[in-house]
T-cell receptor, first 115, second 112 residues
Framework: DGGITQSPKYLFRKEGQNVTLSCEQN?????MYWYRQDPGQGLRLIYY???????QKGDIAEGYSVSREKKESFPLTVTSAQKNPTAFYLC??????????????FGPGTRLTVT | KQEVTQIPAALSVPEGENLVLNCSFT??????LQWFRQDPGKGLTSLLL???SQREQTSGRLNASLDKSSGRSTLYIAASQPGDSATYLC???????????WGAGTKLIIKP
């Protein structure tokens, strides 16, 4: 059963703590993405990776970090430097972004609450 | 800078009606456009993808059109059902970096 898994579904942290969100895919996709979703706004790209051991900053990378050591995994760390970390975080993957028919497939999301 | 707008932000219609959701974008230099569905608290499901060279795509009761020259796409839903209630998002893939630029979505409620 192919797909993207994100864990945990809900995450609660105290302000000042770093937290890592997990994203795993078994679709054999080269590209993976992290988005942030806030109420009433479109998705905003945090980081993306088109190949193992390589990743690029998106529009709102400040306060976040990622790694891509394996094709299947793209964990996101929300650091204490992120000013407003409470949000819904979505991970996605796609085969090859430069292909005109490339579609992104999404995981179920992780809702992070920082107090 | 590419901007994507979806109006209205929310829409409520009786079951059985046909309806149209709108998506507009400011830069016609796009690679493709995708429509997604999001149920509350869940991830996104891709509904339709229209390549920049195409005018429309159909899947079941859904039909999406694309007019690049006017910067518009519509998602037509025929014979709406309560199960169609969700937020619908559109996204355009930029030619510059192949990343998706997102609209804020239209929250659709189908009343039984």
């Amino acid at each position: 059963d192919g797909g993207i898994t994100q864990s945990p579904k809900y995450l609660f942290r105290k302000e000042g703590q770093n937290v890592t969100l997990s994203c795993e895919q078994n679709l054999n996709h080269d590209a993976m993405y992290w988005y942030r979703q806030d109420p009433g706004q479109g998705l905003r790209l945090i980081y993306y990776s088109q190949i193992v051991n390589d990743f690029q900053k998106g529009d709102i990378a400040e306060g976040y970090s990622v790694s891509r050591e394996k094709k299947e995994s793209f964990p996101l760390t929300v650091t204490s430097a992120q000013k407003n970390p409470t949000a819904f975080y979505l991970c996605a993957s796609s085969i090859f972004p430069r292909r005109v028919t490339d579609e992104q497939y999404f995981g179920p999301g992780t809702r992070l609450t920082v107090t | 800078k590419q901007e994507v707008t979806q109006i209205p932000a929310a829409l409520s219609v009786p079951e059985g009606e046909n309806l149209v959701l709108n998506c507009s974008f400011t830069d016609s230099a796009i690679y493709n456009l995708q429509w997604f569905r999001q149920d509350p608290g869940k991830g996104l499901t891709s509904l339709l993808l229209i390549q920049s060279s195409q005018r429309e795509q159909t899947s079941g009761r859904l039909n999406a059109s694309l007019d690049k020259s006017s910067g518009r796409s519509t998602l037509y839903i025929a014979a709406s059902q309560p199960g169609d209630s969700a937020t619908y998002l559109c996204a355009v893939r930029a030619l510059s970096n192949y990343q998706l630029i997102w609209g804020a979505g239209t929250k659709l409620i189908i009343k039984p």
